[in-house]
C-alpha cells in the first residue's frame, strides 16, 4: 500500500466534506483502522478545514448593545400614544476576505472529490484496457494456432490427393486387435506420411517406431507417439516393399522388436 500515493489521490479531503458514497466511506473506515498515519492526515486536514470556517466568522462590533439602547432612549413615544415594538433588519458587514476564504474552502472541497473521481475512472479505464489487451492476445493466439491447423490440413489434403503418392494400408497382426494406421509413399521422391487412425497409448518409457522393409531388411524410418494429428512427415526411403510399426523403447531401436509389432501392410 503507497500511502503517499493514497493521500495524494484527495480521498481523505472527500470524506472530510462527506462526499464519499457507503461503500468508499467503509473503504477509508477500514484504511485509517490499518495506518495510524491516515488517521493523522485525516485530523490535520479537519483541523485546517475547521480553522478555516473559525477565521471567515462573523463577529459583531463590541458596541452594538450600546448603540441600540441609545437609540430607544432618544426616540421615546409621545404620550397617550401606544407603544409599537418595531423589528429592525441589521445587514451585517461582511469582509470580502470572508468570501474569498469560503470560496476557496468550496473550491478546495471539489478540487479534492474531483482529483479522487478523476483517478477512480482512470483506475477503472485502466483495468477495462488491460482486459482488453490481454483479451486481444488471447484471440491472437487462437487465431494463429486455428491458421496453423488450416495449413498443416490443406497440405494434408494435397498429399492425400496428390496421384504420386501411394497409400499403404497397415493392418493389426496380432489377433483380436484392431489396430490400423497408413502410409503415404512417394516411390518417386522417396517421402513418406504416417497417418494413425487406431493405435494405443504407450507408457512414458516406450514409443511406437516405423519401419520398411527393403531388400528383405527393415530400414529405420523414425519414432513417434500414439497421439499424432493428421500426417506426420517420418523419413524417406527408396524401394520398400512393406511398411511396419513395432512398440520400442523411448527414442527407438537400432533394429525392431518383432515380437512387439502391431501393424504391417505390403506395397503395391
Same mark, same amino acid.
Not at 516393399?241 to 531401436?253: H, L, M, N, Q, R
Given at each position: 500500500m503507497d500511502i503517499k500515493e493514497y493521500i495524494s489521490s484527495g480521498i481523505l479531503e472527500a470524506y472530510a466534506l462527506d462526499g464519499l458514497?457507503?461503500?468508499e466511506r467503509r473503504g477509508v473506515e477500514d484504511m !485509517?483502522?490499518?495506518?495510524? *498515519? =491516515?488517521? /493523522?492526515?485525516l485530523n490535520a486536514i479537519e483541523e485546517g478545514?475547521?480553522?478555516l470556517a473559525l477565521e471567515t466568522a462573523i463577529t459583531p462590533p463590541s458596541d452594538l448593545?450600546?448603540?441600540?439602547?441609545?437609540?430607544?432612549?432618544?426616540?421615546?413615544?409621545?404620550a397617550?400614544?401606544?407603544?409599537?415594538t418595531k423589528v429592525v433588519a441589521m445587514q451585517p458587514k461582511t469582509s470580502v476576505w470572508a468570501y474569498v476564504a469560503a470560496a476557496s474552502i468550496a473550491l478546495a472541497a471539489i478540487a479534492s472529490f474531483l482529483a479522487y473521481d478523476y483517478h477512480t475512472k482512470w483506475q477503472s479505464a485502466q483495468n477495462?484496457?488491460?482486459? !482488453?489487451?490481454?483479451?486481444? *492476445? =488471447?484471440? /491472437?493466439?487462437q487465431y494463429n494456432q486455428v491458421n496453423q491447423k488450416l495449413e498443416q490440413l490443406e497440405d494434408d489434403i494435397e498429399i492425400i490427393g496428390n496421384s504420386d503418392f501411394q497409400r499403404v494400408n497397415m493392418g493389426a497382426v496380432n489377433e483380436g486387435d484392431n489396430y490400423t494406421a497408413s502410409i503415404y509413399w512417394n516411390a518417386k521422391t522417396?517421402?513418406?506420411f504416417l497417418s494413425i487412425q487406431n493405435l494405443k497409448q504407450l507408457s512414458e518409457e516406450q514409443q511406437y517406431q516405423l519401419w520398411a522393409i527393403v531388400d528383405g531388411k527393415p530400414v529405420d524410418m523414425g519414432v513417434f507417439d500414439f497421439d499424432v494429428k493428421g500426417l506426420l512427415k517420418m523419413k524417406s526411403v527408396a524401394n520398400a516393399?512393406?511398411?511396419?510399426?513395432?512398440?520400442?523403447?523411448?527414442?527407438?531401436?537400432v533394429n525392431p522388436t518383432l515380437e512387439a509389432m502391431q501393424v504391417a501392410g505390403n506395397v503395391g
Open positions: 458514497s457507503s461503500e !485509517l483502522a490499518q495506518y495510524p *498515519e =491516515l488517521r /493523522a492526515e478545514l475547521e480553522a448593545g450600546a448603540s441600540i439602547l441609545s437609540q430607544i432612549e432618544d426616540k421615546e413615544a409621545p397617550g400614544a401606544t407603544a409599537e477495462a484496457f488491460a482486459q !482488453l489487451q490481454a483479451n486481444n *492476445e =488471447l484471440m /491472437a493466439s522417396e517421402e513418406a516393399a512393406t511398411f511396419a510399426v513395432t512398440i520400442e523403447p523411448k527414442g527407438g531401436s
